[in-house]
Every structure is written in C-alpha cells, then in structure tokens.
C-alpha cells in the first residue's frame, strides 16, 4: 500500500498541530485550498480531530500526529554511510 495524495494532505494537516499542548488547536479557514479543506474533513470524520474544520487532536489524533512527526523526522535525516 502506498500513501495517496489525500494521505499526504491529511499527515501535512497533522503536522500543523501543536504537539506540545493539546490546549492548541487550528482552524482550516475558507479561504484554504480545497485539498486541505477536505483533508481537515477526513481527519475529523476519523475521529482525529474534534471538528469538521480542524479544532483540537483527540486521543487517537496525538497519537497519529506523533506518528507523522517521527516518520517525517527519520526520513529527513541523513544516515551516516547512506547518500
């Protein structure tokens, strides 16, 4: 299985939260892409986020946003003796 490009919208939306307080939320305005619209919609219809537009990570949400973080940081990193 590969990541779509609707995968993609939604980890980038993830990585928008603020990890280091779950008292921080976002808010997808109306004037943002259709493609993040949409991804803010996924996420909240798979109960990651408590709303349609965005709003705050719930439990699961923190835990797949950390997910994304790690992923995202190993793969930007340069491995020594890898090029």
């Known amino acids: 299985m590969k990541f779509s490009a609707d995968h993609i919208e939604e980890l980038n ?5 603020d990890l280091s307080s779950a008292a921080t939320g976002i808010k997808v305005h109306k004037d943002a892409s259709e493609a993040v619209r ?3 919609e996924r996420l ?10 965005g ?20 793969l930007s ?7």
């Open 13 to 17: 939306l993830l990585l928008q939260f």
């Open 44 to 53: 909240y219809n798979k109960g990651l986020c408590t709303l349609p537009d």
């Open 55 to 74: 709003g705050y990570l719930t439990d699961e949400g923190i835990e797949v946003a950390e997910h994304a973080e790690r992923v995202l940081r190993v």
């Open 38 to 40: 949409e991804a803010a």
């Open 77 to 83: 990193s340069r491995l020594a003796g890898f090029h």
